[in-house]
């Protein structure tokens, strides 16, 4: 994937999110993003400090469109920014070639597919939820809410990850 | 590449915090209840901060308070002998206790506490007024006596020293007895030399005999247990001492102003025995 169809992808994710944000009427335990994982995907060439600038500017956007407190999707993907290399050295180590416009996030097989999308899916709820809670809402509400959000973005993670990272010549689904 | 590394990670700090500042702080002005949030959180953190710094400087500051201390402790029982000369005079008693006696500061430089001949070494000498053989005492009872005299430090054996004994005084007739100590506990004691077990109660309080010139009268020494008896038909008191050596930083050096025509008056009593 070249870099214009993976901005142009990139988009019309982040629209497809502050669409159902905005428009669907989700019950208060259930939070929908795929914002972790869209910056998880950005090329390895963007390096941390970009990175976070970007997913800075990714949040904004979604917290200014949308009805949510504008600067709390920005505070929470900015730390997903922040861990985005070293998660990714984690999982498929330094020596992922560096001609490759996205990271292949299946090359580890289905644990290193899941991990990808679930660690900064995790901590990107965690302190979204915590921030919106505000010390306000009960330990359980907010657990609850973590889990129940957790798992219904995975499912809608791992399709964005596939979007993102999909490569014409079909090298990462090796 | 080390330092290439360590910009990489140091502009990734200073961007992170930078962007976290600017979230946190649109998201404060914009949303009411996170801001009621963070405030409180920032209170909560800094009333904790403060807490912390408190106890350190406390505890930084508690040598000085425990010199001022001492100092305070030293002035005031000047002064009460100051009123007790006066009070004597106004009565027209001439004995006064502790009268014949100058207080000096002193602090513990080494100290031991585990042998069966214990010592203690003082940060004053002969040039701060310390004279052989004066009294040792703690806040809270006899420490000891000083054996030996520098001109900034002197040397004490300390009551925990199986060599020394206190000319005492036990329950209410104040009957005279010596205070050894036991040799096991930093606070135990006992007392030797009456009659009798019939003598003391336990709970009595056992104080200095002053028929020493080491120590004026009626400083507390410790409280008396049941009474035992000993070789014969003496009795042998426990004691548990008020004063606990393990605890003890601060002491009273008591010079005897007297103790050169005690000494002189001794030496004349001894001429016509030879």
Redesign the interface.
């Known amino acids: 994937m070249n870099n214009k169809s993976f901005i142009i992808n990139y988009l019309i994710l982040l629209a497809a999110d502050i669409l159902v944000l905005a428009l669907c009427n989700l019950p208060q335990f259930l939070f929908v993003t795929i914002l972790p994982v869209m910056v998880m995907c950005l090329p390895r060439s963007v ?3 970009l990175g ?2 970007i997913a ?1 500017a990714t ?2 956007a979604a917290d200014f469109l949308t009805t949510g ?4 999707s ?2 929470a993907l ?2 997903v ?2 861990l985005r290399t070293p998660l990714l050295s984690l999982l498929f180590g330094d020596t992922l070639p560096l001609h490759r416009s996205t990271v292949a996030f299946t090359s580890k097989g289905f644990a290193g597919a899941v991990l990808f999308v679930l660690i900064p899916l995790a901590v990107f709820l965690a302190i979204y939820i915590t ?1 919106d809670g ?3 809402r009960s330990l359980w509400f907010n657990c609850l809410r973590f889990i129940i959000s957790l798992a219904a973005d995975s499912l809608l993670s791992f399709g964005a990850a596939v979007m993102l990272t999909s490569d014409k010549k079909g090298g990462q689904w090796n | 590449m080390g330092e290439r590394r360590f910009l ?1 990670i140091a ?2 700090a200073a ?2 915090i930078l ?2 500042v ?6 404060s002005k ?2 009411p ?2 801001n ?2 963070f405030l ?2 920032s209170h909560r953190t800094s009333s904790i901060l403060w807490r912390v710094g408190e106890s350190v400087r406390s505890f930084a500051s508690l040598k000085i308070q425990n010199e001022d201390l001492a100092e305070r402790n030293l002035e005031l029982s000047r002064e009460l002998l100051r009123y007790q000369i006066a009070e004597a005079h106004r009565l027209g008693v001439d004995e006064v206790h502790y009268t014949g006696f100058d207080f000096i500061h002193a602090r513990i430089v080494k100290m031991s506490r585990s042998y069966q001949h214990n010592y203690l070494v003082l940060d004053r000498g002969y040039e701060d007024g310390v004279t052989l053989h004066s009294g040792i005492v703690g806040p809270k009872g006899v420490v000891g006596v000083v054996e030996a005299v520098g001109k900034h430090f002197s040397y004490g054996m300390t009551l925990m020293n199986t060599s020394i004994g206190v000319s005492a005084r036990i329950g209410h007739e104040g009957y005279a007895c010596t205070l050894r100590w036991d040799g096991i506990h930093s606070d135990g004691a006992y007392v030797e030399g009456l009659s009798h077990t019939g003598l003391v109660s336990p709970g009595d309080t056992v104080r200095t005999s002053g028929l020493s010139s080491l120590f004026p009268e009626g400083i507390p020494l410790g409280i008396a247990d049941e009474p035992k008896l000993g070789s014969g038909a003496s009795a042998v008191v426990p004691v548990k001492l008020f004063q606990d050596f393990k605890a003890l930083r601060h002491v009273m050096i008591l010079c005897n102003l007297d103790s050169d025509r005690i000494k002189e008056v001794e030496r004349q009593a001894e001429v016509p025995k030879k």
Do not use: C, H, K, Y
């Open positions: 390096n941390t400090p976070m600038a800075f949040g904004f407190a504008l600067g709390l920005s505070a900015v730390v920014g922040l921030i505000a010390g306000m | 990489d502009l990734s961007v992170f962007l976290e600017i979230a946190l702080i649109v998201l914009t949303s209840m996170q009621i949030w409180r959180m």
